[in-house]
């Protein structure tokens, strides 16, 4: 079992249950003790594509976190909760509603390299605590600035307010890099726009390589656990390595690789590779300066060498 389950995670669920909902179908499969991890945290109360890594595959699971995603989100313009979502307390209101215009000329300023504060409801740590533990706490948590990069925003639909032309809602699909938090950029969006805003819906169509079309409802994963066939859900490891080229190697050289041995990289263009002995995927590896170097390692064999 090393491949990958893309589940389409449902609301209200964290991402810390789902991969324990993975471990246990994998049991109950009769797959027993798997190593597994998710490529990338959804918040409960968002949807949408979680890769969850299992068995070697867990090694490949930094590349996703650090992978672009893609949202569908939707913002309520006229009320900001503390949480910027909809499980938090209101804080802030505001009687005005932008037009659909008014949201067309500001976007060209949230595309590109931007600046965002984190919200204070999230995970990252402050002085060794939780930003969302501290803010729980009732302390006044300062977040700062980070550098990320939406490729792009665009507008796919929104509901209308009373008043001609103004918006109650508005929903966006964001092509962003790593780092980005959609409940700041929502915030950020309102604010611009001369009002406030919360996020009321986000769900996640695309992490890195893998999108909707490839994820499974938990019930689903459930079905397949009772009747074994849950390896028929699975997605080859090297799913999450399509844009990486491949680099066919000879027994002898995967040996040398799987201890760890630099091998000769003349003529191998610069960069990573899948260094792939026959079907099995052997080692992530860097090329450079005429040199093939082991970035991570698989202890994948064929059934003649086991």
């Avoid at 324990?20 to 998710?38: E, P, Q, T, Y």
């Avoid at 595959?57 to 995603?69: F, N, Q, V």
């Avoid at 307010?161 to 699909?173: F, P, R």
């Avoid at 000769?264 to 990573?272: F, M, N, Q, S």
Wanted: net charge negative.
């Amino acid at each position: 079992m090393h491949g990958w389950i893309i589940l389409d995670k449902p609301h209200g669920l964290g991402s810390t249950q789902a991969v324990a909902a993975v471990k246990r179908a994998l049991r109950d499969s009769g797959a027993g003790k798997c190593k597994v991890g998710h490529g990338g945290t959804l918040d409960p109360l968002a949807t949408g594509v979680l890769p969850v890594a299992v068995g070697e595959a867990t090694k490949l699971a930094g590349r996703m976190l650090d992978s672009d995603k893609i949202y569908d989100f939707t913002v309520a313009f006229g009320t900001q909760t503390d949480t910027l979502d909809l499980e938090g307390a209101i804080i802030a209101t505001s009687d005005h509603r932008p037009t659909l215009a008014e949201v067309e000329a500001i976007l060209p300023r949230f595309t590109g390299s931007i600046e965002q504060a984190p919200p204070a409801y999230s995970a990252i740590l402050i002085d060794g605590q939780r930003a969302y533990d501290l803010a729980r706490a009732g302390q006044d948590v300062e977040m700062k600035l980070r550098s990320v990069t939406i490729h792009a925003l665009t507008p796919v639909r929104f509901e209308l307010a009373e008043g001609e032309g103004l918006l109650a809602t508005l929903t966006l699909t964001a092509h962003v890099s790593k780092g980005t938090y959609i409940r700041s950029l929502a915030r950020d969006i309102a604010r611009a726009l001369g009002t406030v805003g919360h996020v009321t819906m986000l769900r996640r169509v695309k992490a890195g390589p893998f999108g909707l079309d490839q994820a499974i409802s938990l019930d689903k994963l459930r079905q397949a656990a009772n009747e074994r066939e849950i390896g028929q859900l699975m997605l080859p490891l090297t799913t999450g390595l399509d844009d990486i080229p491949a680099l066919p190697v000879d027994p002898d050289q995967a040996l040398a690789l799987r201890q760890g041995r630099i091998l000769d990289g003349a003529g191998v263009a610069t960069g990573l590779h899948l260094a792939i002995d026959g079907i099995i995927p052997v080692a992530l590896v860097n090329a450079e300066g005429g040199e093939i170097r082991v970035v991570r390692g698989f202890n994948l064999m064929s059934k003649e060498e086991e």
